[in-house]
């Protein structure tokens, strides 16, 4: 059974840099075509992603968002860590991280944690 | 970056009723092409892969269809718990992005 659950703060403030960890069971971040991606939704929006990483450490960031975003994997830990710089309220969201694994030759995301919510404000 | 676009960004229907979503990719993506529920405070559901392959579990009533950048969801008889609203998301590139988003609101 495939499980995730993201941590870290709910409230930061203006300039701070987040770190959101994703620690997942049911699965290994070492199988080939594995990934776990970070999506976030600000409140009444779309769904937005931020960034994947797959089993073989191959990154993909948001263009938009790539100067502030650095995603890190500990294989051992079963987890997956999400950086982001310099936050803003516009920043505010919840934040989810989904598994992404292949089905035939179309990737997915078909497991989700229940995200969290962080609020940016001072 | 492939640029998603849905259409319309809300609508009212009636159970019972058939309804048709519509998400258009700025290029060409084949067939790579996923479709999501989500329900008000929860996580997406992975509803369809490859445009038209039903997730495991998923009701028969929901259906994808298309190729190339013209993509359609189909719900063939609205059921109270399809209220929610539908994303579509393109796997073409090695980063997956997401349409604006479909709510389906009780008329």
């Known amino acids: 059974q495939i499980t995730l659950k993201e941590s870290g703060p709910t409230l930061v403030k203006p300039t701070q840099t987040l770190t959101l960890t994703c620690t997942f069971s049911g699965f290994s971040l070492s199988t080939s075509g594995v990934g776990v991606g970070w999506i976030r939704q600000p409140p009444g929006k779309a769904l937005e992603c931020l960034a994947l990483i797959y089993w073989d450490d191959d990154k993909r960031y948001s263009p938009s968002l790539k100067s502030r975003l650095t995603i890190t994997k500990d294989t051992s830990k079963n987890q997956v860590v999400l950086t982001m710089t310099n936050m803003d309220p516009v920043d505010t969201a919840t934040y989810y991280c989904?598994?992404?694994?292949?089905?035939?030759?179309?990737?997915?995301?078909?497991?989700w944690g229940q995200g969290t919510l962080v609020t940016v404000s001072s | 970056d492939i640029q998603m676009t849905q259409s319309p960004s809300s609508l009212s229907a009636s159970v019972g009723d058939r309804v048709t979503i519509t998400c258009r990719a700025s290029?060409?993506?084949?067939?790579?092409l996923n479709w999501y529920q989500q329900k008000a405070g929860k996580a997406p559901k992975l509803l369809i892969y490859a445009a038209s392959r039903l997730q495991s579990g998923v009701p028969s009533r929901f259906s994808g269809s298309g190729s190339g950048t013209d993509f359609t969801l189909t719900i063939s008889s609205l059921q109270p718990e399809d209220f929610a609203t539908y994303y579509c998301?393109?796997?073409?590139?090695?980063?997956?992005?997401f349409g604006g988003g479909t709510k389906v609101e009780i008329k």
């Open positions: 290029q060409s993506i084949s067939g790579y």
């Open positions: 989904a598994h992404s694994s292949y089905s035939g030759s179309f990737r997915n995301f078909d497991y």
């Open positions: 998301q393109q796997s073409y590139s090695a980063f997956l992005t």
